[in-house]
């Protein structure tokens, strides 16, 4: 199972918003509503921002928000804050049954 | 909520080790766990998962065959046995717990994570 692509790197200016894709394939992304996002900051462990594409866990800001168009699914995150710095990772489940994440997108804030 | 690994250290290569996970604060059964590791410098990379019941298993391609994972539901406990460990097992191994209300699936998401174990595959 391939690796989910998504870009080495974005950035932004606080108070700004930015997109992070997530490409896969229809066995994965653009066959399933089971899209998740993480936000791992350096040597901690990773946080679930988004699951089943869209739903935010309990206690996640809503300037995190995520969407899906075919085998691409999109974070979008708003307001850019300088504690959004950090590495961010989508996850997809497979036609095999497991699940694979993409590469990562380091978020620099301006 | 918490999970907490142990069990990481330094094996040679061939060798085998077993992880654990102690689960606490949430109905155990309730939920798939799962593991997912990180190799130095690299990104995460999906290792295994296992149902509520401990009934169904799923295994990444990279670790099929030489890595079993389990749990005992009598101590809300989450392992993970490895053998035939390669150099390119080496990474950190993170405990992780499937959202979902009232159960959680582990292709939902995982929203509680362990602080992570370190493992080490090195002659």
């Known amino acids: 199972q391939s690796a989910l692509t998504q870009p080495a790197s974005v950035s932004g200016s606080p108070g700004q918003s930015i997109t992070i894709s997530c490409t896969g394939t229809?066995?994965?992304?653009?066959?399933?509503?089971?899209v998740s996002w993480y936000q791992q900051h350096p040597d901690k462990a990773p946080k679930l921002l988004i699951y089943?594409?869209?739903d935010r866990p309990s206690g996640v800001s809503h300037r995190f928000s995520g969407s899906k168009a075919g085998s691409t699914a999109s974070l979008i995150i708003s307001g850019l804050q300088p504690e959004d710095e950090a590495d961010y990772y989508c996850?997809?489940?497979?036609?095999?049954?497991?699940?694979?994440f993409g590469g990562g997108t380091r978020l620099t804030v301006l | 909520v918490q999970l907490l690994e142990s069990g990481g250290g330094l094996v040679q290569p061939g060798g085998s080790l077993r992880l654990s996970c102690a689960a606490s604060?949430?109905?155990?059964?309730?939920?798939?766990m799962g593991w997912v590791r990180q190799a130095p410098g690299k990104g995460l990379e999906w290792v295994s998962a296992i149902s509520g019941s401990g009934g169904s298993t799923y295994f990444a391609n990279s670790v099929k065959g030489r890595f079993t994972i389990s749990r005992d539901t009598s101590k809300n406990a989450l392992f993970l046995q490895m053998s035939s460990l390669r150099a390119e097992d080496t990474a950190v191994y993170y405990c992780?717990?499937?959202?979902?209300?009232?159960?959680?699936?582990?292709?939902?998401?995982?929203?509680?994570w362990g602080q992570g174990t370190t493992v080490t595959v090195s002659s």
């Open positions: 992780a717990k499937a959202v979902g209300v009232p159960r959680g699936y582990y292709f939902y998401g995982m929203d509680v």
């Open positions: 604060g949430f109905p155990f059964t309730n939920y798939d």
């Open positions: 089943d594409v869209s």
């Open positions: 229809s066995s994965d992304v653009g066959g399933y509503k089971y």
């Open positions: 996850s997809s489940f497979t036609s095999s049954s497991t699940v694979v």
